[in-house]
């Protein structure tokens, strides 16, 4: 069975003190794997999409990285405006078709000042 | 431009009533798709359509049913609500397989008694 689990649940840091999120997945054809920010009472932001093995893209001070099994999110000298929740997603290879993403459950960031 | 917006935001039923959610995107996006999220769930696709007059169903499609009569538009109907359907919904719609990510509306909380 398909699945994306991120990790840790939940994180606690203070202003500055960089971090990383894990998302790891075990799925079969792998289109492409997706960050998106949520904010309380709002629908996911979209960040990044990374497609192969290797490939890193960076937005101010968070960068994804993906491999074979999993990506990060780094978080670099985080303000609390960073405090989220971070939501990992998967687009599988299933024949062509746009089937929607598969989410892990998120990790609850709060960046404390 | 608004992007994907989602009417109404709140919404309290009681068992057995029916009620439909409207989404409405502005960005001429073939794809649309609906997610519910529930505590511990994360996000899950519902249903989703490649395109005006096409629909499919997604990972929790049960007591659902949706249209896509308009490019534009997607409604989310629910025929004999029932309290496992307490959630909230979120409409979101992307350009494709290739594209930047699937954009989502501000969701709907949907309570049912």
């Known amino acids: 069975e398909d699945q994306v689990t991120q990790s840790p649940e939940a994180l606690r840091l203070q202003e500055g003190e960089s971090s990383s999120l894990n998302c790891s997945y075990t799925v079969s054809g792998l289109r492409g794997l997706f960050w998106y920010r949520q904010d309380p009472g709002k629908g996911p932001e979209f960040l990044f999409t990374l497609y192969s093995a290797g490939e890193e893209k960076e937005k101010e001070r968070l960068k994804a990285t993906l491999t074979k099994k999993e990506s990060f999110l780094h978080i670099t000298a985080p303000k609390p405006e960073d405090s989220a929740t971070y939501l990992c997603?998967?687009?599988?290879?299933?024949?062509?078709?746009?089937?929607?993403?598969?989410f892990g459950k998120g990790t609850h960031l709060i960046i404390q000042p | 431009n608004a992007g994907v917006t989602q009417t109404p935001k709140f919404r309290v039923l009681k068992t057995g009533q029916s009620m439909t959610l409207l989404c409405a995107q502005d960005m001429n996006h073939e794809y649309m798709y609906w997610y519910r999220q529930d505590p511990g769930m994360g996000l899950r696709l519902i249903h989703y359509?490649?395109?005006?007059?096409?629909?499919a169903k997604g990972e929790v499609p049960d007591g659902y049913n949706v249209s896509r009569l308009k490019k534009q538009n997607f409604l989310l109907g629910l025929e004999s609500a029932a309290p496992s359907q307490t959630s909230v919904y979120f409409c979101?719609?992307?350009?494709?397989?290739?594209?930047?990510?699937?954009?989502f509306g501000p969701g709907t909380r949907l309570t049912v008694l």
């Open positions: 979101a719609s992307s350009t494709g397989l290739a594209g930047p990510g699937e954009f």
């Open positions: 997603a998967v687009k599988l290879d299933s024949g062509g078709g746009a089937d929607g993403l598969t």
């Open positions: 359509s490649v395109g005006e007059g096409t629909t």
